[in-house]
């Protein structure tokens, strides 16, 4: 059973900086695709980042290009989301997610992702 698990939310200012972790279990996927997704009320779910379990191929949303980056610690489970020169448009829960697809095909469609954490709030303040 696939089990996701983020930490590190918060509430920051504006300009601050924020590092999400998602602590994957059971999820054993070699050429598969981990990434962060955020939805705030009454907005739609937005692909953040995805990067690939085999490491090298991530994507970005151009709305985070510049300021936030995705990594990965394949010895700890875990994979990260560090983000930096935070803005209040940056407000929503952050959603660890993880598919059997490669990335080259899940890229930042949520639809492809089939196991999903239970989030983590950022809120960002002027």
């Known amino acids: 059973q696939v089990q996701l698990v983020e930490s590190g939310g918060g509430s920051v200012q504006a300009g601050g900086s924020l590092r999400l972790s998602c602590a994957a279990s059971g999820y054993t996927y070699g050429t598969g695709c981990m990434g962060w997704f955020r939805q705030s009320p009454g907005k739609e779910r937005e692909g953040v980042a995805t990067?690939?379990?085999?490491?090298?191929?991530?994507y970005l949303a151009d709305s985070v290009k510049g300021r936030f980056t995705i990594s990965q610690d394949n010895a700890k489970n875990t994979l990260y989301l560090q983000m930096n020169s935070l803005k209040p448009e940056d407000t929503a829960m952050y959603y660890c997610?993880?598919?059997?697809?490669?990335?080259?095909?899940?890229?930042?469609?949520?639809?492809?992702?089939?196991?999903w954490g239970q989030g983590t709030q950022v809120t960002v303040s002027s």
């Open positions: 990067m690939a379990t085999d490491g090298g191929t991530t």
């Open positions: 997610a993880a598919a059997v697809y490669h990335c080259y095909t899940a890229r930042l469609q949520g639809s492809y992702f089939s196991y």
